[in-house]
């Protein structure tokens, strides 16, 4: 009899015992968590729901290191189930990863628009309006203004180097040319009726663009008239006017020969394109241009009848068609 209850107390004990070494085994194996999800996607396991707020207010320091005003949120409340995993899938998560994919944010820029164009971007709005007073410093009839936008990423933002670039182009470009009273001429060619049969050169190398903003149009072709010795291309009063080729600009100023407003671009080999009747000019006597450049204003000065742009090509003084060179765009 006392050996049985000696076996019985045995086996209870040896039980327990067993029990109790795997009860501690899963302990030490499988860890108490929380699994978190956001709109229904599973975020990641959490030890509890503290720590899933610690990992998040970690995340939104990252973004506010970037713009302190930036708003940072998610779409939804996160919901938490209670479970058991293995110690080492905890640890092998990337939490912050999952995580910083469902944040959104939202920054607050501000566009600096000159006559209806984006030019800059800013993150402070008074780094903006010191932008827009350099500006109005500069050109007083300029129109700029700020837009504010809600973005959600900050991309393309404008660096204090790139803006100090950016207003210098714009006051270049926007500044009216000084017409001085005499006419500044470096250049005194004569305006000959006959038309070339010399060699002409029309192999030009370089990039030619058309001169006029509205490509194509001409009013009037090379001799169509007696002593006509260009063409009249179409063009609107105050549309640009360019460049044909890369050159040096002879000169810039009033035509005694009826051309009014007028530049005249050296391009090399003996030929000088002249462009006529412009309503303001762009560029100066000396000054190094580029194939498309802007150089004037079409206009009606001079002996014209109404807006357009003579353009003209004379090779070593001679007039040419510029049929010849612009046929070769």
Known sequence: MLSTLRFVLFTVLSVGLLFTAVYVTILNTYKPVVKAYINGDFIGYFSDEQQFDEIYNDLVTEKKNIDENVKVYLESEPTFEACYIRDSLLKQQNVYTNLRAEIKTEYTVYDLLVNGEQEMTFTAEDQAEDYVEKLKAEVSDIDTNIRLQKVSELENITS??????????????????????????????????????????????????????????????????????????????????????DGTVVFSGWDPYGLGYCVKIDHGNGLVTFYGHNSSLLVSAGQYVSAGQQIALSGSTGNSSGPHLHFETRVNGVSVNPRIYLNQL
Not at 209 to 225: F, Q
Request: charged share 15%; aromatic share 12%; proline share 10%.
């Open 160 to 245: 204090t180097d790139r803006a100090d670039t950016i207003l210098a182009d714009i006051v270049d470009r926007n500044k009216p040319v000084e017409i001085p009273a005499a006419p500044v001429q470096t250049y005194q060619p004569s305006y000959p009726t006959t038309v070339y049969t010399g060699p002409v050169i029309p192999a030009v190398s370089g990039r030619m663009v058309w001169p006029s903003s509205v490509y194509g149009g001409v009013n009037c072709e090379y001799g169509e008239y007696f002593g006509h010795s260009g063409i009249d291309l179409t063009a609107h009063y105050g549309t640009p006017v360019y460049a044909f080729m």
